[in-house]
């Protein structure tokens, strides 16, 4: 499974704004909630928070990965947004968090949930897609790509 095969552009924001980690992680919640595929949203909340509480998914070099499983979703809920003003994200690193990737999976999807999350790791650990990404004007773009960068490293 591709990243661009999750999103799509009611997914993704290119200027969310965010006063805190929480209602970053609220809002991205909400924004995937656009996808169709949540059947219980406080579900999704309580197992992101959960898992955040664990360690935080501020992975490093302005990107966070919160994530969780539930099965109160009919597939793999994605989303992703781009922060307006990073915020600070209790990052691995210290640096404040300006990339937002969200995936919800569960245990009969444990695999591909897995995969995904290696796939955006690896994605957003290039600066330059990090730099193209943090230029760009709309979901349209942000969608495009992730499809072009996948393409480019079919390894992915």
Known sequence: MKISEILNEKIISTDMECIDKDDAINKVIDLASNSGLMLDIESVRKCVFEREGLVSTGVGKGFAIPHGKTEQIKDIVAAFAILKNPI???????????????????????????????????????????????????????LQMFKDEEQNYLDL
């Open 88 to 142: 600070d994200f209790d990052s691995i690193d210290l640096e404040p968090v300006k990339f937002i990737f969200l995936i919800i999976g569960k245990e009969s999807l444990l695999n591909a949930h897995i995969k995904l999350l290696s796939r955006i790791s690896r994605l957003m650990n290039k600066d330059d897609f990090r730099d193209k990404l943090a230029e760009a004007g709309s979901p349209s773009e942000v």
